[in-house]
């Protein structure tokens, strides 16, 4: 009993959970970014704005990660060509939604894009306030 | 749709976001870093960069994991793709656990942000009240300088103003402590008390210059009960033992608290005033006397004269060895005396010179009366000390009325000195006044201050029954009156040349140059 073995699945389950605790660690940093705000202004929207977003993405590529498991395994070949590849002739909701979810990068590049927008913004408001405090030196 | 759904679009999509992913994510963690580097000692920008930085490596992991797995699917080693998604899948589950923790951070984060923000807002305040009393201080120093200053400037004016009124005022003005000693004198004082310095005079006793010390205890009292004493009337003694007549104004000085400190003095030396009057009163006593000389002279020398005529008319009728004859003598030899009595009150009463005037050298008439009296000074061992000024103007003057009054002065320093002792004479010329003043002095005994102001009245003398008429200096003082001069006397004597001497009196005799207009209409008439 002293070790456990570690099963096939259970891969998937860490990584969902995984998704799960950075969803809520999401959530939970929004609030307190609601509640306690730390500071105003665009960049800080921008900020939040990612964080929905790669919350969004986070949810999306869950459902992903679920689908695929609901898919059969015979769904998912070994690709001899990537260019020839499909997925399972038969057609299920499942798979249709599968296809779908996978186009999650629809969601992550907005997500880090208002990320550096927002940190770009924050660099551009500090080197004006900085200016402004230079000028009421003068 | 028979065949499936192509993957490709996915696999393109894939591919083509994450390269997109991975420029993002490093451009992103380089602003990261800059916004941490623009602010080193905002915690805010760290926690920025630690999320940041976690997010980009998640994206960077994921997207650097799916362009592995092209590469490696499209270059013919999906087996090694195989073995790698794992740790691929692994690493990032483990990088979304660590956002997740890192974002519970946040919590600690916002609490450390309040903490400073709190600290900043205090010290922010603190430095404003700091700097607001700084400016408040500022100013009231600035207006404690002006203050200062202002004051300094109206102290110095204050001063300059007591200082000027201290040292230029010709009253005697002092300062006294609560022990009655001198704390301070003005130059006037230290002038009028004939001291070389003031150090001689501060410290001490003010009563040490009371001559009369019966009135200190009067102005002690009067100090003392009323805080002031005015116009008290005091003698003084000088340093070389003269006296001054002073009257004295003084008040108490006391500080805020009403504590007394000490006491100043303004005296006004009123020496001169006094001889002045004094010297006025004489004049008016003199010529009250000589009008009631002049009558008696009169109404006496008619009979006077009848009965020395009837007398010697008488002896003529008597042998000069019969009795009746030598008592007829004795009649007419008393008569006389008193006729030359009663002729010296006329020539002391008579305000007119007489006789005839003509410019005399006062230096050769005074060797002539010298000549005649010296030989009797010396015989009581007397002699006499000649200071002659050269080159004194000749003054008209009846000679035989001024050689009179020499005599009487020498006679008068003869009586004083009694035996041994200098007889001086001076004689001076005062070009300012155009005057001629012929100074006598004695070594005897002085004047009293109280027989002072009586010498010149007529029968006043100090001389034994029958030695002296006490009308010596009453005709002098007529005599030198008549021709328009005066006579001074001074004992002990004020004249420096004539103190060091030795003399302890001293008369002045001062003649104008010139007969005094009104003299010359009287003389004609």
């Known amino acids: 009993m002293a070790v456990q073995v570690h099963d096939a699945p259970e891969g998937y389950y860490v990584h969902q959970m995984a998704h799960f605790s950075f969803a809520v660690a999401l959530v939970f940093l929004l609030y307190l970014l609601h509640v306690r705000p730390v500071g105003t202004g665009k960049a800080w929207r921008l900020f939040r704005l990612s964080l929905i977003f790669f919350l969004l993405w986070n949810t999306w590529t869950f459902t992903a990660h679920w689908f695929a498991d609901q898919l059969p395994r015979e769904a998912f070949t070994t690709p001899a060509s990537l260019w020839t590849n499909r997925l399972i002739p038969q057609l299920s909701p499942t798979a249709l939604l599968y296809y779908i979810t996978r186009f999650d990068h629809f969601l992550c590049l907005p997500a880090i894009w208002f990320l550096l927008q927002s940190l770009k913004t924050f660099c551009l408001d500090i080197t004006r306030k900085n200016e402004m405090a230079g000028e009421d030196h003068e | ?525």
């Not at chain 2, 960069?49 to 592995?68: C, D, E, K, N, Q």
């Not at chain 2, 400037?153 to 009253?171: A, C, I, M, N």
């Not at chain 2, 009292?221 to 004493?229: A, E, I, M, P």
């Not at chain 2, 009163?281 to 000589?290: R, Y």
């Open chain 2, 1 to 525: 749709m028979s065949n499936g759904l192509p993957l490709l679009p996915i696999y393109l999509v894939d591919f083509g976001g994450s390269l997109l992913m991975i420029v993002l994510a490093l451009s992103a963690l380089r602003h990261a870093i800059r916004l941490v580097r623009m602010e080193k000692d905002n915690v805010l920008w760290t926690y920025i960069l630690w999320l940041s930085g976690a997010l980009v490596t998640f994206s960077i992991s994921r997207s650097v994991a799916h362009v592995l797995k092209y590469v490696l699917v499209l270059t013919g080693y999906p087996e090694i793709w195989s073995q790698l998604s794992p740790f691929c899948g692994g690493l990032n589950s483990l990088i979304l656990v660590s956002i997740a923790v890192l974002t519970n951070y946040y919590y600690n984060m916002h609490n450390v942000i309040k903490r400073i923000e709190e600290d900043t807002c205090s010290l922010s305040l603190a430095h404003e009240q700091l700097k607001d009393a700084h400016a408040e201080l500022r100013d009231l120093n600035l207006d404690l300088e002006q203050r200062v200053e202002k004051r300094t400037r109206q102290l110095q004016l204050s001063e300059e103003k007591f200082r000027g009124l201290f040292e230029s005022s010709k009253d005697m003005i002092l300062f006294c402590g609560l022990d009655n000693r001198i704390s301070d004198i003005n130059e006037s004082g230290r002038e009028i008390l004939g001291y070389e310095s003031r150090e001689e005079i501060i410290g001490r006793p003010l009563v040490s210059y009371f001559a009369e010390e019966e009135k200190w205890p009067l102005f002690n009292c009067g100090l003392g009960s009323q805080g002031h004493v005015k116009d008290f009337e005091v003698k003084f003694l000088r340093q070389d033992d003269t006296r001054l007549y002073l009257m004295i104004t003084a008040s108490r000085i006391a500080n805020e608290k009403g504590k007394v400190k000490g006491y100043e003095l303004i005296a006004k030396d009123l020496t001169h005033f006094k001889e002045v009057t004094d010297q006025l009163i004489q004049s008016e006593n003199m010529a009250s006397v000589g009008q009631l000389a002049a009558g008696v002279a009169h109404e006496i020398n008619t009979p006077l004269g009848i009965i020395l005529g009837y007398s010697q008319l008488l002896m003529e009728d008597f042998a000069e060895d019969s009795e009746v004859h030598e008592i007829l003598a004795t009649v007419e030899k008393q008569t006389k005396a008193c006729k030359r009595i009663v002729a010296d009150l006329l020539k002391f009463s008579r305000h007119s010179v007489g006789g005839t005037q003509a410019p005399v050298d006062i230096n050769t008439c005074i060797q002539d009366v010298l000549s005649i009296v010296e030989h009797s000074l010396n015989m009581d061992h007397i002699y006499v000390q000649r200071v002659l000024a050269e080159k004194i103007p000749e003054i008209v003057i009846n000679v035989e009325r001024l050689r009179q009054v020499l005599v009487n002065m020498i006679n008068n320093a003869h009586h004083a000195i009694g035996k041994e002792g200098i007889v001086g004479v001076w004689t001076r010329f005062n070009e300012h006044c155009q005057e001629v003043e012929i100074i006598i002095g004695d070594t005897g005994c002085g004047i009293p201050p109280e027989v002072i102001t009586r010498i010149f009245d007529p029968f006043f003398t100090t001389k034994g029954v029958g030695k002296g008429t006490g009308l010596g200096l009453s005709v002098s003082f007529g005599i030198i009156r008549d021709h328009g001069g005066y006579i001074e006397v001074h004992s002990p004597p004020v004249d420096k040349e004539v103190l060091a001497a030795g003399m302890n009196t001293a008369f002045h005799v001062i003649l104008p140059r010139e007969p005094q207009s009104g003299q010359s209409k009287e003389d004609e008439s």
